[in-house]
């Protein structure tokens, strides 16, 4: 007789991420949001993880996760983090951003600094804090989103885009470095997202944030890349997703957006 408390094969094929435990970081909003949701609904253990609790708690009611405080630019909070988890068999490090457009001319070293901080050394920090346990779970996942931005440069991004080379630098060390491991090292790079937030944090005001959006047919949004990052997660372990570029139709590059009206 089948033991009722495993489950079948056609279960397993349903929920591909069912025992498994994933971190997503960033998860108060956008794409983490997103991600978290996907994850849950392939039958993933997920934690949400993030500086606004109240926004997490709220998520990981809806979608049955576990919600627990981080920042990762806090040693402090990263250690205690680390030590709240019992097991880690994906790590999505999403945290991130862009907090400025200004030229290098014109660079706020504050603002270049927070930036590093928070998508370079954060990252970082995170992923040394938990590879531990992904190296335990037998079958982990390190899954970085990173951006176009990591692979080109433009004008009046120079804090991000430096920022998003070093993440895209790291991961390709990284990968080298776990070559003969059982965990998997996992770039998704987005191109032009629509989110409640990433513009106007970076901009300053809904006006300019919309700017950047308006005459862009079906720009890509958080569940666009969220579905990316499941598919890449939910792949037999032997298959390794290098590097997954990902923007909508209208951006053909950086700076080539066709735009109506």
């Known amino acids: 007789m089948p033991d ?15 025992g498994r435990t994933a971190v997503v970081t960033g998860a108060s909003s956008g794409i983490g949001a997103a991600t978290a ?9 997920v934690v949400v993880a993030a500086r ?3 926004r997490l708690e709220e998520l990981a009611s809806s979608i049955g996760a576990r919600a627990v405080a981080l920042d990762i630019t806090d040693q402090a909070s990263v250690d205690a983090f680390a030590a709240s988890l019992e097991r880690v068999d994906v790590l999505v490090n999403n945290a991130g951003g862009a907090f400025d457009a200004n030229t290098v001319a014109d660079a706020d070293l504050d603002s270049w600094a927070r930036t590093y901080d928070v ?9 040394k804090a938990l590879l531990p346990a992904l190296r335990a779970s037998g079958a982990g996942d390190v899954l970085f989103v990173s951006s176009t931005a990591g692979l080109v440069t433009y004008e009046g991004g120079s804090s991000y885009t430096a920022a998003k080379h070093g993440v895209h630098a790291m991961v390709g060390a990284l990968r080298l470095e776990l070559v003969a491991e059982p965990v998997r090292v996992i770039e998704i790079a987005p191109g032009m997202v629509h989110t409640e937030e990433f513009s106007l944090n970076r901009l300053g005001s809904s006006e300019k944030a919309d700017a950047v959006y308006r005459g862009v047919r079906e720009p890509l949004v958080a569940d ?7 598919w890449a997660l939910t ?9 997954m570029v990902i923007r909508p139709r209208a951006q053909a590059a950086q700076h080539k957006v066709a735009r109506e009206g």
């Open 4 to 18: 009722p408390a495993q489950p079948t094969q056609s279960e397993y094929r349903a929920l591909p991420g069912r």
């Open 37 to 45: 949701t996907r994850l849950a609904a392939e039958g993933f253990d």
């Open 52 to 54: 606004r609790v109240d």
């Open 119 to 127: 998508n370079v050394l954060g990252t970082v920090r995170l992923t």
């Open 224 to 230: 666009d890349v969220a579905d990316c990052i499941a």
């Open 235 to 243: 792949r037999p372990h032997h298959v390794n997703v290098d590097l």
